[in-house]
């Protein structure tokens, strides 16, 4: 069984910046690919970034390329989201996830290929 819980969110006025953890337990996830979605209240869930097992291979949805960077602590069994230039549309409940499939290079874009799901942490970006 894994257990994934994210932290690092909150209030911040537009331009900041933040930065989202997910610590895992239950196993290593040294080996698999994890990801963060977004979801706002009404809305599906959407894909936000992904990276390999191994952190070479990363992947960004077009609307925070250049501004959000994923990275993982394979040793501390965590994933990061640094959030910079945030916006208001940012706004959102934010999942991190974990694939169980091993060695995956290229990370899914799909919310249906992750297996395991956070709690969620609460994004605000004040105008």
């Known amino acids: 069984q894994v257990q994934l819980v994210e932290s690092g969110g909150g209030l911040v006025q537009a331009g900041g910046s933040l930065r989202l953890s997910c610590a895992a337990s239950?196993?290593?996830?040294?080996?698999?690919?994890m990801a963060w979605f977004r979801q706002a209240p009404g809305k599906d869930r959407e894909f936000v970034s992904a990276?390999?097992?191994?952190?070479?291979?990363?992947v960004y949805a077009d609307s925070v390329k250049g501004r959000f960077t994923i990275s993982r602590d394979n040793a501390k069994n965590t994933v990061y989201l640094q959030m910079n230039s945030l916006k208001p549309e940012d706004t959102d409940v934010y999942y991190c996830a974990v694939d169980t499939s091993v060695l995956v290079t290229i990370p899914y874009m799909e919310a249906d290929r992750y297996d395991y799901w956070g709690q969620g942490t609460q994004v605000t970006v004040s105008s």
């Open positions: 239950g196993r290593t996830l040294s080996f698999n690919a």
């Open positions: 990276i390999s097992w191994s952190g070479r291979n990363t």
